[in-house]
């Protein structure tokens, strides 16, 4: 069984890019595998059209998106027009991700993504609508399985995605229904010593019925707290003041890191400007 945090099974699949070795095609970037039941199908194609709207949102995050359906390649190609079209695109628009070809279900199979109650007309399990997150170094971070029947929300998988990002880089939580610029919980492990170098911006502790002072809000983290350390103390950027970190805290971010505090400062900024025009 597949858990949160466990290294996501590597495999080789073709493509309508052509033959991939998963781990070596996601590199450094984060990404998203998301199943379909069928080609030619109207929710799946309603679900693809949208990714392919959300392409410049995914890249700003450095996620890399692959989508997988029990069809052939040729047949790929020719539901690509179809998802091109509806989703307001040229005919010649080069189709923005790859789509596995998993006709035998093997790749569905592997991962648990076959929904035994939706056959196809041969009588063979379609795979379900499932949505896999894997972060940079591999690791599976997400999941969602959806039946045949219910489309994905995709603004809620970019709101995940915003989320994991965020709390790798920050002691935070995200509470019911964030989103990027919204308060933030602070973790529980943050001791209160440690509060007013870490959240500069402030921490408010809701008044409770227990008295116990654990749910402590504050501004969603700034791009400066994304290149924390975890003890606290702040990397600048050359000329700029105050001092760097301790030795333990480790080497600067490396590049898939550094892409994502770009992209998060990206959204925030983004986010803010919205808010205030």
Known sequence: MLLLGDIFPNFTATTTEGDIDFHEW???????LFSHPSDFTPVCTTELARVLNLVPEFKKR??????????TIASHFDWCKDIKSYAGCNDDQKF???IIEDKERNLAAKLGMVDK?????????LTARAVFIIDPKKKYRLSVLYPA???????????VIDSLQLTDKV???????WKMGDECMVQPTVPEENLSVMFP????IVPLPSGKKYLRKTPCPTAEQYIRGRSGSVRRSSGGS?????????PAPNAPAAATVKALAFIVVGRARHRHS
Do not use: H
């Open 26 to 32: 996601l590199g450094e970037s984060w990404g998203i």
């Open 62 to 71: 450095n996620v890399k998106v692959i989508g997988l359906s029990c069809d």
């Open 96 to 98: 923005p991700y790859p």
């Open 117 to 125: 109650d939706e056959l196809d007309t041969s009588g063979m399990p």
């Open 149 to 159: 029947t219910t489309g994905r929300n995709f603004d809620e998988i970019l709101r």
């Open 171 to 177: 002691k935070v939580a995200t509470p019911v229904d």
């Open 201 to 204: 911006q402030g921490v408010s």
């Open 242 to 250: 105050g001092a760097m970190p301790p030795p333990e805290i480790g």
